[in-house]
């Protein structure tokens, strides 16, 4: 064991000496976008809660409701213990959200992938994913031991190339991501989707920063592309736009009761507890009713783009806005810089982004006000002049 830690121990200092070494920041408090942290108050710049729903009121009621009735923990794995009414209900309401036949929750984002993709795919098939896609994915990717072949970023052409090539794989599916979670631009849905259609391909769209966000009515990105969902194996997570926690695929009733079958994180894992399944069925009615969170959404976006230098601003805004600085210790200096200014945007650093694109990543919610956009734009200006 001694000799184990010691192992240990030298790796997280020769991660320190090259600047990669994270530790998780203690936050005491948070109000709107505002976080206590250590003493001092900083606008959270790095927080996945775009509408701003984990502090509503609504979902509030809803968790506590379910909690004094239900308790807090599922108490099972759900093919063991029942399904809760509460988780019953969410899934009906996502598969009707989504216009699917049925819905899988699974306990967070990463077990949807890991346990979707791994039922799904085995030695013999073939996967074609984007070079940028998550770690999740890339994870339950290398569980399916199936073919794995990586096309360059956004580039639809080499992913038709790639399945060109292998014609004597089984079953044939493109991963991507529908908003990238690092880069915040768009996948090209409708070229893919072409693609598919003519290799016979399947693809597996992880939206877990583009559903209830994107398109008119918070669809997410097949919505924003024109698409219809059932051309996808569409994918999800609670945990981010929705407020909640968890992870979600929906489809064709056959297709989700093969996943009650057979992915492992379904079977294996204690269902989400209750309260949270309860909050996340009411965040889906807060979106139905309540549209001006995204269009406030919409607002900050447009308004911090327009505040950013030009050089750094992306061409298509989402609410994800990468700032790229290259070299970790730029982008470290940079997040130094802003935090001295009460701005919480930590710098993001290999393995999550690719060597030499280190980076701030930005995430807007409508929480922000204009003049959080207002400060973190100026802030943003005086410290890349001088970085
Ligand atoms: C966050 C994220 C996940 C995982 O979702 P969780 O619910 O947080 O586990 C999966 N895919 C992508 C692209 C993500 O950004």
Known sequence: MARL???????????QRSGLRRRPVTVDAIHGSVAQIQGRAVV????NDYLGLSAHPRLIDAA????????IGARASRLLGGTSLWHARLEEALAAWFGAEAAIVYASGYLANLGTLSALLSPGDLIVADRLVHASLLDAMRATRATVRVFRHQDVAHAADLLARDSKAQRRVIVTEGVFSMDGDCAPLAALSEVARARDALIYLDDAHGAFVMGATGRGSPEAAGIAHDRFLYMGT?????GAQGGFVVGPRTLIEFLHNRARPFIYAT???IPVAAAAREALCVIEQEPQHRRMLDARVARLHAGL???????APSHIMPVILGETSRAAL?????????????AIRPPTVPRGTSRLRLSVT???????????AAALRECLADA
């Open 309 to 315: 230098p030009r050089r750094q601003a992306p061409a």
């Open 366 to 376: 409508a929480l922000h006000t204009d003049e959080h956009v207002d400060a973190l």
């Open 64 to 71: 506590t409701q379910a909690a004094q009735r239900w308790g």
């Open 5 to 15: 830690f010691g192992e240990l121990a030298e790796e997280l200092s020769s991660a």
């Open 334 to 346: 940079v997040a130094q810089r802003l935090w001295e200014r009460g701005i919480w945007a930590p």
């Open 271 to 273: 269902a989400l507890a």
């Open 238 to 242: 609670l945990g981010k736009a929705l």
């Open 44 to 47: 959270c710049w790095c927080s």
